[in-house]
């Protein structure tokens, strides 16, 4: 059994920072690649970044280069996502998930297969 739980969500001002974390507890051996997702309210949840526990390669977007950085800490298995540069369409709820499927090259265009509960971030004035 594999189980995550995120935080650090808060309030923020824009262009203010966050520090989002994932635990990851369980037979985490089984785990090939963590990645953040956001939902936004009334929007579809996208993808944020990803990582692999293999060798820490990373998938990212373009929207969010130069302003948020996927990291992960093997030792304590902990995912984290720094988010600088916080504007009010980066407020939603943010989740972290496992893939369990073991993949050639990172990427979050599959389906995660373990999800935690989400923590909200909300970016406004």
């Known amino acids: 059994q594999v189980q995550l739980v995120e935080s650090g969500g808060g309030l923020v001002r824009p262009g203010g920072s966050l520090r989002l974390s994932c635990t990851v507890s369980?037979?985490?051996?089984?785990?090939?690649?963590i990645g953040w997702f956001r939902q936004a309210p009334g929007k579809e949840r996208e993808a944020v970044a990803c990582?692999?526990?293999?060798?820490?390669?990373?998938d990212e977007y373009d929207y969010m280069k130069g302003r948020f950085t996927i990291s992960r800490d093997g030792a304590k298995n902990t995912v984290h996502l720094q988010m600088t540069g916080l504007a009010p369409q980066d407020t939603g709820a943010y989740y972290c998930?496992?893939?369990?499927?073991?993949?050639?090259?990172?990427?979050?265009?599959?389906?995660?297969?373990?999800w935690g509960q989400g923590t909200q971030v909300t970016v406004s004035s």
């Open positions: 369980g037979s985490t051996q089984d785990i090939s690649a």
């Open positions: 990582i692999s526990t293999d060798d820490d390669s990373i």
């Open positions: 998930a496992a893939l369990l499927l073991p993949i050639a090259t990172i990427t979050c265009d599959v389906e995660y297969d373990i």
